[in-house]
């Protein structure tokens, strides 16, 4: 008897040992991506580009001897990060073509999160159509509007947003909510809290898994150049999180992320 209690003390040991390890090993890229974008934003545009794409070489290379699944699908998934921020580099900010834009850059960052759901096994859509998920939805919908426009109305107070439409006219902002929703917010949520959050949560817990990705989310807001919009996004990231860990519905995050944009660059430019 004593040896069983033995080898199960042991073995406890081992797996708490591998454990602590597969998380060591997800933390440093996740603190790579953090020095890279707080070199883009004390305006090291070279070295802050470069650890980026380091980050992408590393991570790629490193899947070829990863044999723990949920790390190397941790390691897929931050691979997406440092390629969103590229791309938003190479975007200009607030001209007549950047609306138009985000479409070029979020559609292949859709397909390349839609290979990894394919090779995850995962499902964005799981429930069947019913009454109780159209009443649901009406609910998300009045939910998203009510903190899209309070994480909109707070970052307006420190940031100055510009507009991304010339008229308050109906065809700009379905042509902005469009963008906003199924681009932006969609692809976004998806990567960050479908993904990213869900993964974290496997190798750390919920509340680490919450606040590690709402603290990624808020840093890869860096081009600001404000520390309080860093925060804010941040914590705006905990909100999102939280939302998704007590529905795991990506349509709710995704809408109120979206919407809070529309708000943001849409309607309050003009208020």
Same mark, same amino acid.
């Given at each position: 008897?004593?040896?069983?209690?033995?080898?199960?003390?042991?073995?406890?040991?081992?797996?708490?040992?591998?454990?602590?390890?597969?998380?060591?090993?997800?933390?440093?890229?996740?603190?790579?991506?953090? &020095?890279?974008?707080?070199?883009? *934003?004390? %305006?090291?545009?070279?070295? =802050?580009? %470069?650890?980026?794409? !380091?980050?992408?070489?590393?991570?790629?290379? +490193?899947?070829?001897?990863?044999?723990?699944?949920?790390?190397?699908?941790? !390691?897929?998934?931050?691979?997406?990060?440092?390629? /969103?921020?590229?791309?938003?580099?190479?975007?200009?900010? #607030?001209?007549? &073509?950047?609306?138009?834009?985000?479409?070029?850059?979020?559609?292949?960052?859709?397909?390349? @999160? *839609?290979? /990894?759901?394919? $090779?995850?096994?995962?499902?964005? !859509?799981?429930?069947?159509?019913?009454?109780?998920?159209? &009443?649901?939805?009406?609910?998300?919908? #009045?939910?998203?509007?009510?903190? =899209?426009?309070?994480?909109?109305? %707070?970052?307006?107070?420190?940031?100055? @947003?510009?507009?991304?439409?010339?008229?308050?006219?109906?065809?700009?902002?379905?042509?902005?909510?469009?963008?906003?929703?199924?681009?932006? =917010?969609?692809?976004?949520?998806?990567? !960050?809290? #479908?993904?990213?959050?869900?993964?974290?949560?496997?190798?750390?817990?919920? +509340?680490?898994?919450?606040?590690?990705? @709402?603290?990624?989310? %808020?840093?890869? $807001?860096?081009? *600001?150049?404000?520390?309080?919009?860093?925060?804010?996004?941040?914590?705006?990231?905990?909100?999102?999180? *939280?939302?998704?860990?007590?529905?795991? +519905?990506? #349509?709710?995050?995704?809408?109120?992320?979206?919407?809070?944009?529309?708000?943001?660059?849409? /309607?309050?430019?003009?208020?």
């Amino acid at each position: 008897m004593g040896s069983d209690n033995e080898y199960i003390s042991k073995t406890s040991l081992f797996s708490y040992l591998d454990a602590w390890k597969d998380s060591y090993t997800i933390l440093i890229p996740i603190l790579l991506i953090i &020095t890279a974008e707080m070199l883009l *934003y004390a %305006g090291q545009m070279k070295a =802050g580009v %470069g650890l980026h794409v !380091f980050i992408i070489l590393m991570l790629s290379l +490193s899947l070829g001897w990863l044999r723990d699944s949920n790390v190397a699908g941790t !390691f897929q998934v931050l691979t997406l990060l440092p390629l /969103l921020r590229l791309l938003n580099i190479s975007m200009p900010v #607030f001209s007549e &073509t950047t609306l138009y834009l985000y479409i070029y850059i979020y559609t292949p960052l859709f397909f390349a @999160a *839609y290979l /990894l759901l394919r $090779h995850e096994n995962l499902a964005i !859509f799981q429930q069947r159509f019913s009454w109780e998920i159209v &009443t649901k939805v009406v609910l998300y919908i #009045f939910i998203a509007v009510l903190i =899209g426009y309070a994480i909109a109305y %707070g970052e307006d107070q420190i940031i100055n @947003a510009g507009n991304l439409i010339s008229d308050l006219t109906f065809f700009s902002l379905l042509k902005l909510s469009f963008v906003m929703v199924v681009f932006v =917010g969609f692809v976004e949520e998806l990567i !960050f809290r #479908f993904l990213l959050q869900t993964k974290l949560e496997n190798s750390f817990s919920r +509340s680490g898994g919450l606040v590690l990705t @709402a603290l990624v989310f %808020g840093v890869m $807001h860096s081009g *600001y150049g404000t520390l309080y919009e860093i925060a804010f996004v941040t914590l705006a990231g905990l909100v999102l999180g *939280y939302m998704f860990q007590r529905t795991r +519905s990506l #349509f709710l995050v995704s809408l109120t992320h979206g919407l809070t944009n529309v708000i943001l660059f849409g /309607l309050m430019p003009f208020m």
